[in-house]
Every structure is written in structure tokens, then in C-alpha cells.
């Protein structure tokens, strides 16, 4: 395995290896059809196959990891924290003093961020509201007829909106300082 820059020939793999790492976690309905391309994109390769990628957005001195994924054939041999390391490498000698990631309710990559030295520094609450729960919330305007909606909420308000919507997530933002 070699953890290397993403390449435009790797979209297929790294595609696959994507919906299928986000599959089975609270990030599941992210999976999409196309790259969409970030200022850092890093990729774990075995026999040039995409088996992990981590993508980071990089707009200053603060970088917000956008996706980390192992395929799932592949998890538990220290592909994320390859990724991860180089990652953290390259954005210091970039001048990044902070990174974070957006972590839905998802213990296992929360305990990963957590022994990578992130800590939980902000939380909201997402809400996916289906056609008749969005029909209680929201009016029809301008012709519109909302079939599904994904909404914010303060997580002081987490008991009410769980009485309310059948789908709701914790969402929290882990942070780490770097050097």
C-alpha cells in the first residue's frame, strides 16, 4: 500500500471505494456519482486501487478534512492514520495551524479522531425530514411542494426534535491544533 496524491485515472476505484466506506456509517447518504475536488486529496493504493482517500479543503490557516474512508475489505490495518499523517505533515508545512471533521453520530471514527488528538470543540443537530415530517415544519411557496428536507437544529433541542423526526443525528465538530 502506498499512501500517494489522488490521480484523475484513480476516480473509478476511488468512487467505489468511497460509497462503499461511507456504506455502513452515519454518512451513508453522502455517497455520490463524481469527485469533487478538494486542495488536498490524498489516496491509500494497493495494486492501483483506491482502497482509502482522505480529501481536506484548505482555504487558510484552518483545514476541515471533508471525507476520510477505507473500504471496508481494508479497515483495521492503519490506512486512515497513513492518510491522516501525511495529511497533518503536509498542511503544517503549509502554515494550517487547525484541522477539523464534521463527525455525525458514528462512535468508531469519533474514537479515531479522539486518539489522533482531536477533541470535540461544537455540536449541532441534522435532521432528515421525510415528505409528511417536512409537511409539519414548512409551508408551500412559490409552487413548491418539499418531498424531503435536511435541517439544523440547536442540540439543546435534541429531545424535541427526536419526538418530532425519525432522523436525527448529532453532529460534532472535532478539532485538532497542530504545531
Same mark, same amino acid.
Given at each position: 500500500?502506498?499512501?500517494? %496524491? @489522488?490521480? !484523475?485515472?484513480?476516480?473509478?476505484?476511488?468512487?467505489?471505494?468511497?460509497?462503499?466506506?461511507?456504506?455502513? !456509517?452515519?454518512?451513508?447518504?453522502?455517497?455520490?456519482? +463524481?469527485?469533487?475536488? !478538494?486542495?488536498?486529496?490524498? #489516496?491509500?493504493?494497493? %495494486?492501483? #486501487?483506491?482502497?482509502?482517500?482522505?480529501?481536506?479543503? #484548505?482555504?487558510?490557516?484552518?483545514? !476541515?478534512?471533508?471525507?476520510?474512508?477505507? *473500504?471496508?475489505?481494508?479497515?483495521?490495518?492503519?490506512?486512515?492514520?497513513?492518510?491522516?499523517?501525511?495529511?497533518?505533515?503536509?498542511? $503544517?508545512?503549509?502554515?494550517?495551524?487547525?484541522?477539523?471533521?464534521?463527525?455525525? %453520530?458514528?462512535?468508531?471514527?469519533?474514537?479515531?479522531?479522539?486518539?489522533?488528538? +482531536?477533541? $470535540?470543540?461544537?455540536? @449541532?443537530?441534522?435532521?432528515?425530514?421525510?415528505? $409528511?415530517?417536512?409537511?409539519? /415544519?414548512?409551508?408551500?411557496?412559490?409552487?413548491?411542494?418539499?418531498?424531503?428536507?435536511?435541517? *439544523?437544529?440547536? /442540540?439543546?433541542?435534541?429531545?424535541?426534535?427526536?419526538?418530532?423526526?425519525?432522523?436525527?443525528?448529532?453532529?460534532?465538530?472535532?478539532?485538532?491544533?497542530?504545531?
Amino acid at each position: 500500500m502506498e499512501v500517494r %496524491d @489522488y490521480e !484523475t485515472a484513480d476516480e473509478p476505484s476511488w468512487l467505489r471505494c468511497r460509497a462503499l466506506g461511507l456504506l455502513d !456509517t452515519s454518512h451513508g447518504d453522502e455517497a455520490r456519482q +463524481f469527485k469533487v475536488r !478538494t486542495d488536498l486529496e490524498l #489516496v491509500a493504493a494497493g %495494486d492501483n #486501487v483506491v482502497i482509502g482517500l482522505l480529501d481536506v479543503a #484548505v482555504p487558510g490557516a484552518e483545514a !476541515t478534512i471533508d471525507v476520510a474512508v477505507v *473500504h471496508p475489505d481494508h479497515r483495521r490495518r492503519g490506512i486512515a492514520s497513513a492518510l491522516l499523517g501525511q495529511a497533518l505533515q503536509r498542511l $503544517e508545512r503549509c502554515g494550517v495551524h487547525t484541522v477539523d471533521a464534521w463527525v455525525r %453520530d458514528d462512535e468508531p471514527a469519533l474514537a479515531w479522531f479522539a486518539r489522533h488528538g +482531536f477533541v $470535540e470543540a461544537e455540536q @449541532y443537530l441534522r435532521i432528515h425530514a421525510s415528505a $409528511e415530517e417536512v409537511g409539519t /415544519v414548512l409551508s408551500v411557496k412559490h409552487g413548491l411542494e418539499p418531498v424531503a428536507a435536511v435541517l *439544523h437544529a440547536r /442540540v439543546e433541542r435534541e429531545t424535541e426534535m427526536r419526538h418530532r423526526f425519525e432522523r436525527v443525528q448529532v453532529c460534532r465538530r472535532m478539532v485538532r491544533v497542530l504545531a
